[in-house]
Nanobody, 121 residues
């Protein structure tokens, strides 16, 4: 499965961005999808994930209530809607795919390249 993330950019604090991740080369609806981020000088961290069916997304505590993940299994796309952005959300954002929900916060088979989100304060 090949993953291509896009939609990053520069946004002011309090603003919104919607990241997209396009999947190809596999059966997209077979995979649970996750979003991760890596800030400068920090380790990559889990942001959230959504089941293959689109149900029961989970989120890292710092983004709960601000970020929403959804997917379109017809278009082979997964999205990360980010609202009320803060400067600490500045990072390179990655999408990833896994066939297993167990260890959804850490174990992924496929990764896309990152898309940079910069939040100015």
């Amino acid at each position: 499965v090949q993953l291509q993330a896009s939609g990053g950019g520069l946004v002011q604090a309090g603003g919104s961005l919607r990241l997209s991740c396009a999947a190809s080369g596999g059966t997209f609806s077979s995979y649970h999808m996750g979003w991760f981020r890596q800030a400068p000088g920090k380790e990559r961290e889990f942001v959230g994930a959504i089941r293959w069916s689109g149900g029961m997304p989970v989120y890292e505590d710092s983004v709960k209530g601000r970020f929403t993940i959804d997917r379109d299994n017809v278009k082979n796309m997964v999205y990360l809607q980010m609202n009320s952005l803060k400067s600490e959300d500045t990072a390179l954002y990655y999408c990833a795919a896994t066939p297993r929900w167990r260890n959804i916060r850490s174990e992924y088979y496929y990764w896309g390249q990152g898309t940079l989100v910069t939040v100015s304060s």
